[in-house]
Nanobody
Framework: QVKLVESGGGLVQAGGSLRLSCAASGGTLDRYGMGWFRQAPGTGRVIVAAIAWNGRTTHYADSVKGRFIISKDNAKSTAYLQMNSLKPEDTAVYYC???????????????WGQGTQVTVSS
C-alpha cells in the first residue's frame, strides 16, 4: 500500500513561486505514473499535470502550461510540482496521486495524498 504525503503549500503573492512535494512511503514510485490535481472551492477536482513512470511523458492543463513543471525523483520516491508565475486563480487544494498507468483522469489513480492548500493573493 503506497501512502502519499504532500507538502510545500502555503500563501504566496501573485507572480511568486512554490514547489510542492509528494513523498511516498510503503513502496517506491519507480513504476508509478504520477498526477497532480487541484480543487478550488465549489468546483470539482481537475488535472494539473501528469508524468509517466519513467518521466519521459508529461501532460499539462492548458491553464498551467509554461508556468508549472512536474517531475519525479524515483530514487527519493518523491514527485514535485514546481509552480511559477502563480495567479490568484491557481488557489486550490492540490493533491498528488499515483498509479501504475499514466493517465490524466483522476478516477484511474489508485493512491491519493490528503492535499495541500495553495493560496495566491492578488
Amino acid at each position: 500500500q503506497v501512502k502519499l504525503v504532500e507538502s510545500g503549500g502555503g500563501l504566496v503573492q501573485a507572480g511568486g513561486s512554490l514547489r510542492l512535494s509528494c513523498a511516498a512511503s510503503g513502496g517506491t514510485l519507480d513504476r508509478y505514473g504520477m498526477g497532480w490535481f487541484r480543487q478550488a472551492p465549489g468546483t470539482g477536482r481537475v488535472i494539473v499535470a501528469a508524468i509517466a513512470w519513467n518521466g519521459r511523458t508529461t501532460h499539462y492543463a492548458d491553464s498551467v502550461k509554461g508556468r508549472f513543471i512536474i517531475s519525479k525523483d524515483n530514487a527519493k520516491s518523491t514527485a514535485y510540482l514546481q509552480m511559477n508565475s502563480l495567479k490568484p486563480e491557481d488557489t486550490a487544494v492540490y493533491y498528488c496521486a499515483a498509479d501504475r498507468a499514466y493517465s490524466q483522469i483522476g478516477a484511474t489513480y489508485a493512491y491519493w495524498g490528503q492535499g495541500t492548500q495553495v493560496t495566491v493573493s492578488s
